[in-house]
């Protein structure tokens, strides 16, 4: 098990070798963010400019409002930060992976994380992801819905590569 600051430390390396540029911190830290960073670049299969960030917090308490809100939030700032100023759905999209450090997570709350499908937007993506220093758990949607299927393979692999 790790604790809140090895996880960071560990996490930003690993981001940094999968090409992920760390995020100015004046534009994410007055908005309670612990660390940002981004990866922009075409993508055919995603017929254009695919832009995925991470966001990350240290929550305590974390329960599920507060968790659909700090999700909401970080998939605000991605859209407000991505480098291309096309729409979502004009060649771009966004894919925001919002994760929340804390203690004890609720076991009924993990389980929640699992199986409730992400919120759904137009040619974008917002997961949110959360890691448990207690028992160094790591909880996000593992199911695999009818609407954008195709996609939600690699959405649990780049979550996988970069914070498993």
């Not at 996490?11 to 940094?16: E, I, K, T, Y």
């Not at 070798?17 to 963010?33: C, D, E, R, V």
């Not at 804390?102 to 919120?119: G, H, V």
Request: charged content about 15%; glycine content about 6%; some cysteine.
């Amino acid at each position: 098990m790790l604790n809140s600051n090895q996880f960071f430390q560990n996490v930003s390396q690993r981001l940094a070798a999968n090409s992920y540029a760390p995020l100015a911190p004046q534009t994410y830290q007055p908005l309670g963010f612990k660390f940002g960073v981004r990866r922009s670049g075409f993508e055919l299969s995603k017929f254009g400019v695919c832009e995925r960030f991470f966001l990350f917090a240290e929550i305590p308490n974390l329960d599920a409002t507060v968790l659909q809100s700090y999700s909401a939030g970080a998939f605000q700032f991605a859209n407000k930060n991505k480098s291309t100023p096309l729409p979502n759905g004009l060649f771009s999209c966004v894919f925001c992976f919002a994760v929340v450090v804390t203690e004890n997570l609720d076991p009924q709350l993990a389980q929640a994380i699992r199986d409730s499908s992400p919120i759904k937007h137009w040619s974008a993506f917002e997961m949110p992801v959360v890691y448990d220093v207690a028992n160094g758990g790591l909880y996000y949607f593992e199911k695999t819905p009818v609407w954008g299927a195709a996609y939600y393979a690699g959405f649990r692999q780049e979550v996988k590569n970069n914070l498993g």
